[in-house]
């Protein structure tokens, strides 16, 4: 195989790779998510929060794979001086996978700390005294 198609090959495979953790991630948390949000910030909210739930774990693993360039750091290179390197390569989508896992947790790490913040609020609600209409 030569390095130009070693290069096409394995940036697609890592995109795909990235976009089926993102994907995966979703699948697991999904009955979870929907279960908490309902609990946390009640039905109507809920729904918001479980249609956003998909791309907001899903578009984070690209971000996070599209976040690393073959051309970053210090050293720009050339097209040529990219492909002719393979553990370059390689590398780079060892980072690309890595850094889409990274994005991935801030993303989850953000829905928790919504998540939490219905439930406060939900909480403070059910504690306010109820106030009753004096009668005439």
Known sequence: ?????????????????????????????????????REAVG????????????????????????AIAYQSGCNRKTYEQIVRDKRLLISTNEMQVTSALCYV?????????IILLGALRQQSRSRRPTRIARPG
């Open 1 to 37: 195989m030569s390095n130009d198609t070693l290069l096409i090959v394995s940036y697609f495979g890592a995109a795909a790779l990235c976009a089926g953790i993102g994907v995966a991630t979703f699948a697991y948390l999904r009955q979870g998510f929907a279960l908490a949000s």
């Open 43 to 66: 039905d109507k909210f809920a729904r918001v929060l479980q249609v956003l739930f998909p791309p907001g774990i899903i578009l984070p693993a690209l971000v996070g794979f599209l």
């Open 105 to 113: 947790v801030y993303a989850l790490g953000a829905w928790a700390v």
